[in-house]
């Protein structure tokens, strides 16, 4: 861990890339061995489940976000994995130590819990704080360790600044520095942009960049599914028991048909001919005019089922053109994670389920 | 079992330099050790020379008193914010992340209230006697210097201090709030209040073997205290406000590291 090593990675002092974009993501190490191994863990408060029977593993490397509305036990697995609750049943290994009273403090050593609240001790300095925790885990070289977690999150300026006067965002940043200190194997953060306007939320993100980047295994728990999309290789969505788990391009493909969105300068007379028989093209339904026009003025538009877009889209404006049709649009529709999430848990976040 | 010595530093240096940047603190710390000093210098600096021997003992004895009460509530108070206020500014969860043991927390805490509030309650000792020796009249000063109840109350200010820090902090790991948990710790410290009363008055008498009694008493109770309050101290408690729930049974964690 260093600034050294975010600036090797061509990256800004928050990690993100100096165009703005967030940096290639590194293709998930599906092979590698699990950093996180949970089985049908479950875990009751006076008699209400928060988690209930959730099995998944995270991998090595992995960025792994852990999505659901507020109540749906995101905080709560966090906890446990922390070693900070216990489950009530199932079971769990946490950088391979198995989660209990026995490997607690080997736990607890090798992790970082950064909590949706920063936890700063306002009236002390960035440095104080850092210097606390530095001293709980035992670290040698402080002062160097310090330096570089500082330098990581780009506050080296405000060290001796007190935490209290810094802004929400700034906090959220000396927080993570904070997490940073013991080189973690595993970092839980819990919802790290909450509350955070917009360029916060992108320093954060590009942090997040940065750690995955440096081969930390980032377990990201959040409702803000922008957030997730961007960020993680795979994604669990979660309502107290887990809904699905996997990449989101994979969650979209199964959650969804694939479809093309044709709109062209007038309805078509007979849009049976021309889209009837094009490959890959399974069907086709008139999607109204764009802009809310009145049918048969203006634009129309068209929505085809595909089963590939790459090899349909050409056919069809072959079709189109063909036909006489002036083509104004044709478009692959994406699917974004908000539709699977809302898809699995309903408008109501799942909480009538 | 054994704690680190390290780690136990580390909670008492942020606890000593969290004093230090809160000067209401140690302001409104210092409020009642002064008005518990000043209320028996001018009593005793009252005292007439023709006085009877009774009311100049009596006059000793409430004066002997009223400083003593400082190593029991500054402590208590203190010591009752300790753990229910980091929960509420959020600062506790992050801490129970890192290896730190529930005993070398609580010992840091403990130790980190401990020097400031026996230190103060001597201080407040010293400068009376230091004022009865240099103001009052010769036969006032002499009194006070030779009261058994000086000595007594010097053995007594860190026994006693130690006992509102683990009562405050005893009540301060199993409450939601910190107004509940200072009200409460005032309360819990009225036994000791009642010990060095009935001693200061002379209702029992202060002897060497009492004394020295009552401090082994004190001192057993002080360990065992401690112990008692790391067990109360629940990380889950702390942490979710509810208790842990039944299901997978753990052999008690250690109190150090868990």
Sequence with gaps: MSGDSVMRAGLDETGVGRTGQAVPRRPPTRDAPAAIEVSHL?????????????????????????????????????????????????????????????????????????????????????TENLEYFARLYGLPRRQQRITEALAAVGL???????????????????????????????????????GLDPVATH????????????????????????????????????????????????????????????????????????????????????????GGAPPGEGPAGYVLTVSDAAQAAPAVTRALVGAGADVLLIAESRHSLEDVYLELLGDDGGKSR | MSASTARVGAVIRKELAEFRRNRLI????????????????????????????????????????????????VPSI??????????????????????????????GKAAAIFMPAAALGYLIFGVFVLIT???????????????????????????????????????????????????????????????AALMQFQVISPTFGLVAALAGGLLAFDCAAGLVVARLFDRERLITGSRPSGGITHPPPPLVRE
């Excluded at chain 1, 900070?84 to 079971?91: F, V, Y």
């Excluded at chain 2, 914010?81 to 927390?105: I, K, M």
């Design chain 1, 203 to 290: 320093e954060v993100h590009g942090l997040i960049a940065g750690l995955r980047d440096r081969g930390v295994t980032v377990f990201l728990t959040t409702h803000r599914l922008e957030e997730a999309e961007r960020l993680c290789d795979r994604v669990a969505i979660m309502s107290t028991s887990l809904r699905t788990i996997g990449r989101p391009d994979d969650l979209r493909r199964e959650l969804f048909t694939r479809s093309l969105n044709v709109t062209v300068a007038a309805a078509l007379p007979e849009p049976g001919r021309v889209f009837g028989g094009l490959p890959a093209v399974q069907g086709w339904k008139a999607a109204g005019p764009p």
């Design chain 1, 42 to 126: 479950t875990k009751v408060f006076g008699g209400r489940a928060a988690v209930s029977d959730v099995s998944f593993s995270v991998a090595v490397g992995e960025v792994f976000g852990f999505l659901g509305p507020n109540g749906a036990g995101k905080t709560t697995t966090v906890r446990i994995l922390g070693t900070l609750i216990s489950p009530t049943a199932g079971s769990a290994t946490v950088a391979g130590i198995p989660v209990g009273p026995g490997g607690a403090a080997e736990i607890r050593q090798r992790i970082a819990v950064m909590p949706e609240s920063p936890g700063l001790y306002q009236r002390l300095t960035v």
């Design chain 2, 78 to 107: 203190m010591s009752a914010y300790s753990v229910v206020g980091e929960r509420e500014q959020g600062t506790l969860e992050p801490v129970l992340t890192t290896p730190v043991g529930r005993a070398e927390l609580l010992l």
């Design chain 1, 156 to 194: 080296a300026d405000r060290a001796h600044d007190l935490t209290g006067q810094l802004s929400k965002g700034l906090r959220q940043r000396a927080a993570l520095a904070r997490s940073l200190l013991n080189e973690p194997e595993v970092m839980f953060l819990d919802e790290p942009t909450s």
């Design chain 2, 133 to 195: 020796q240099l103001a009052a009249r010769p036969a006032v000063a002499a009194a006070v210097r030779h009261a058994p109840q000086l000595p007594a109350a010097l053995v007594f200010v860190p026994l006693l201090a130690a006992w509102g820090i683990w009562v405050g902090l005893a009540i301060s790991t199993r409450v939601s709030d910190t107004r509940v948990s200072q009200q409460l710790s005032v309360l819990a410290s009225l036994p000791a209040v009642a010990l």
């Design chain 2, 26 to 73: 140690v302001t409104t710390a210092g409020v009642l050790p002064v008005a518990f000093l000043i209320a028996p210098t001018i009593s005793i600096l009252n005292i007439r020379a023709s006085a009877l021997n009774a009311t100049l003992n009596s006059r000793i004895e409430y004066s002997l008193f009223l400083p003593l009460l400082v190593p029991v509530f």
